[in-house]
């Protein structure tokens, strides 16, 4: 069967005497490859048994071959970094930006009762709050007091937090604060910021008894600040909502401790 070699090829396998010239692609082109006896032409090659066969005529040993293969899947790993688009990279550079609770509950004597590590949900209200503090918005700049610093705790049912959620709507029932004598918001006094992208509220501690009437079953966190003289409500103590955090039902009994950090992350995943 007569080869059909292109044109430099064919020159290369005049000087060559005729054999198959020896160049790699011809291992992936099928040229040269005959066409066994019993299957029709046009059939696709075997390519294997055409690369096993052209080894063979050249002398080549294994090797050798094999450098050829090795050499070929190099090239393809070029031309796939090379179609990579130049903006996209290994790692995911998005924000990290999330808030966490921690709520660790506590009998009398000190002893661990369980432990809670939810992240949070920034509500509409506190989305706002952070556009107003790095933007320069049609809405006046928050004010020192405005500032979060208060975390609170309630008997809201979880069901309730969603992302429209408002201060008034995180309000304990009357049950919870005995009619009105137990504060349930601590104002934190120094936000820890030591990483400059991490702000640390708390470990703050709730004391059944004094934080809510013993025996109140604690469900949500309320992120909030404090623009007001009140820490009895989240409304109360500044009516601005940052975040609300669905806990596991928690019993706070008499002497009983809930210690809740709440954390904000605004770092990226780089940093």
């Excluded at 290994?90 to 924000?95: N, R, S, V």
């Excluded at 992240?119 to 918005?137: A, C, P, Q």
């Excluded at 910021?193 to 703050?204: F, H, K, L, N, Q």
């Excluded at 992120?223 to 989240?234: M, P, R």
Aim: charged share 20%.
């Amino acid at each position: 069967m007569r080869n059909s070699w292109p044109p430099m090829l064919a020159r290369r396998a005049s000087v060559n005497n005729g054999r198959l010239p020896e160049c790699g692609l011809l291992l992936f082109s099928g040229a040269g490859v005959s066409v066994p006896a019993g299957r029709r032409e046009g059939a696709r090659p075997d390519f294997k048994k055409g690369y096993k066969m052209i080894y063979r005529r050249q002398g080549m040993n294994r090797a050798a071959s094999g450098t050829v293969f090795g050499s070929a899947m190099a090239l393809a790993a070029v031309l796939a970094l090379a179609l990579t688009p130049s903006g996209s990279t290994g790692d995911d550079q998005g924000l990290a930006f999330y808030g966490m609770v921690e709520a660790v509950h506590r009998d009398a004597g000190g002893s661990m009762i369980s432990s809670n590590v939810v992240h949070n949900r920034v509500v509409d209200s506190g989305e706002e709050h952070i556009i107003d503090l790095i933007f320069k918005t049609g809405n006046s700049y928050p004010a020192d007091n405005e500032r979060l610093n208060t975390i609170c705790i309630t008997d809201t049912d979880q069901s309730a937090v969603t992302e429209t959620l408002l201060s008034g709507q995180v309000s304990p029932s009357p049950a919870f604060i005995a009619g009105g004598i137990f504060e349930t918001c601590i104002e934190v006094s120094v936000v820890n910021d030591t990483d400059d992208s991490i702000a640390v509220m708390g470990p703050e501690e709730f004391v059944g008894g004094t934080h809510a009437a013993a025996g109140s079953t604690v469900r949500v966190v309320a992120i909030c600040h404090n623009a007001g003289d009140s820490l009895d409500t989240c409304e109360n103590a500044g009516a601005l909502l940052f975040s609300a955090i669905p806990l596991t039902d928690t019993v706070l009994n008499d002497g009983e401790t809930l210690d809740i950090t709440y954390t904000f992350d605004a770092s990226s995943e780089t940093t």
